[in-house]
């Protein structure tokens, strides 16, 4: 007996409508009033400003700085800066929320956004929930209320260089980076590679080792490094295979003096941070939450013969493309669930599960975001790969996600796998 389809969309010949791809939250998905209207903003500069950029950027391994103008002006360099600072006062959610939204557009301008945000929020709300000293506490507020009115009166821009290549950006060394205290501040000696944003930040927020006998993890400092302040240096080239628009070089620091102000955090508290809230190491994955909604979505415009600037013949009528399409959506939407269930689930503190829950859905993300890229590319077949679509520049961006520490991949696997087996402070068998 034939099946009615008449109540099924596009099964029974209605009228045909361009695509329009979701909201990266999903439709019905509970946004308050204030996170609607900044993912509205998001998602305009994004599909007006950002994403006609990209492949500048991409092609020249140039910094988004126009981007970013148009970030300072939305106000958006202080989206996490509380309010009482003059920021927007944003939570983690609704950065994750927005750095999908331009993840969608320009990879590598969501991706450097990361980078500068994650001193904000992590000076500014994460702190506050942290344990501190009534004078620490009393520091802290004096030395932040300087680098948020930076960010939010001068439009300063912060980088985040963690990486020194070896174990200590996975949390399992002390940073090479060593810190001596000095009247009024601190000397610094050390090499950041992969820095993002290198040459286009005001301010760099490093990781480094307070230089004491039997230095530990405990003994971590983030400091602000001026750009111009003297000793400090940017080296090497930067032409890598994605995220070409982040300009990641090295940096070298050679008895770089820094005011005790410096500090983005009080002594001791960065490993207190990353011990008790986890969820501060996955903003990265917003930025490729939002490219794998960008693969899925020009793959859908692509096989309805609707992308511009390429042939308007369609493709989606075979069996084969449909399946594909039906793979890379069940990827899609079970990388978005993990997004948002987790996103949901920052703070201090969570339970084993959440901060399980936080691996798998980094490691999930990240995987994914290559694995649809990858079906893409498959699936719309030779003509979708020239460089004058951007397919190929979102499937060589999101390769690069799995590889970031501290939280890459395969660290993900591995801690998910310790941590599932041993309960907090059990020792080796
Ligand atoms: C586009 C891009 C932008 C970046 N921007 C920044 C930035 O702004 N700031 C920043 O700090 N970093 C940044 N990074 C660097 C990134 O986080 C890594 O540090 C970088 O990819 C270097 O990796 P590596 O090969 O030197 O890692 P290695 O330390 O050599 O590790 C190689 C691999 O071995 C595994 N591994 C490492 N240590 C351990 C361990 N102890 N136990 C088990 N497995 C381990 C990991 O899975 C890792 O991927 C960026 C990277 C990319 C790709």
Redesign the pocket.
């Known amino acids: 007996m034939p099946v009615d389809l008449s109540s099924v969309p596009g099964a029974a010949g209605e009228p045909q409508a361009q695509y329009a791809p979701p909201p990266i939250v999903g439709e019905g998905y509970p946004l308050t009033d204030r996170q609607a209207e900044l993912l509205a903003l998001a998602a305009d500069l994004g599909r007006e400003k950002f994403g006609p950029r990209a492949a500048r950027y991409d092609r020249e391994a140039s910094f988004p700085f126009e981007s970013f103008e148009d970030l300072r002006s939305a106000g958006l360099l202080g989206l996490c800066v509380p309010q009482r600072y003059g920021g927007l006062g944003a939570d983690y959610a609704t950065y994750m929320i927005l750095d999908a939204e331009i993840g969608r557009h320009c990879g590598a301008t969501a991706?450097t956004w990361n980078?500068h945000v994650c001193p904000t929020l992590w000076s500014g709300t994460l702190c506050d929930d942290l344990d501190m000293t009534v004078e620490q506490r009393a520091e802290h507020e004096r030395h932040r209320s300087l680098h948020f009115e930076r960010i939010v009166k001068e439009g300063k821009v912060y980088?985040?260089?963690?990486?020194e290549?070896?174990?200590a950006?996975?949390g399992?060394a002390p940073f090479g980076t060593l810190a001596d205290k000095v009247e009024g501040g601190w000397l610094l000696n050390g090499r950041?590679?992969?820095?993002?944003?290198s040459g286009a930040a005001d301010y760099y927020g490093v990781l480094c080792t307070e230089n004491k006998p039997d230095r530990s993890v405990r003994d971590t400092l983030y400091m602000a490094v001026p750009s111009d302040a003297p000793g400090f240096s940017i080296a090497g080239e930067w032409d890598?295979m994605?995220?070409r628009g982040?300009v990641?070089r090295t940096l070298i620091m050679k008895d770089v003096f820094v005011p005790d102000e410096a500090q983005l955090m009080p002594r001791g508290l960065y490993f207190q941070a990353a011990n008790r809230w986890p969820h501060m190491f996955t903003t990265l994955s917003a930025t490729y939450m939002g490219l794998a909604q960008a693969a899925y979505d020009f793959t859908i415009r692509y096989l309805r013969g609707e992308v511009p600037g390429a042939p308007p013949v369609k493709r989606r009528m075979y069996p084969t493309k449909q399946i594909a399409v039906a793979q890379m959506h069940v990827q899609l939407e079970q990388a978005r669930a993990l997004f948002l269930r987790t996103i949901g689930e920052a703070k201090i503190d969570p339970s084993k599960n959440e901060r399980l829950r936080a691996y798998a859905s980094h490691y999930t993300v990240m995987e994914y975001a290559n694995e649809i890229a990858r079906l893409a590319i498959r699936t719309c077949g030779g003509q979708s790969i020239l460089r004058s679509l951007p397919l190929e520049r979102i499937y060589r961006d999101s390769r690069?996600g799995a590889?970031?520490?501290p939280w890459?991949?395969?660290?993900c696997l591995?801690r998910i796998g310790r941590e599932a087996l041993y309960e907090y402070g059990e020792a080796d068998d």
Do not use: N
Request: proline share 6%; hydrophobic share 50%; net charge neutral.
């Open positions: 991706l980078m980088a985040q260089p963690f990486s290549g070896g174990a950006a996975a399992k950041k590679i992969f820095a993002s944003l890598p994605g995220m982040t990641s690069c590889l970031m520490l890459t991949a395969e660290l591995d």
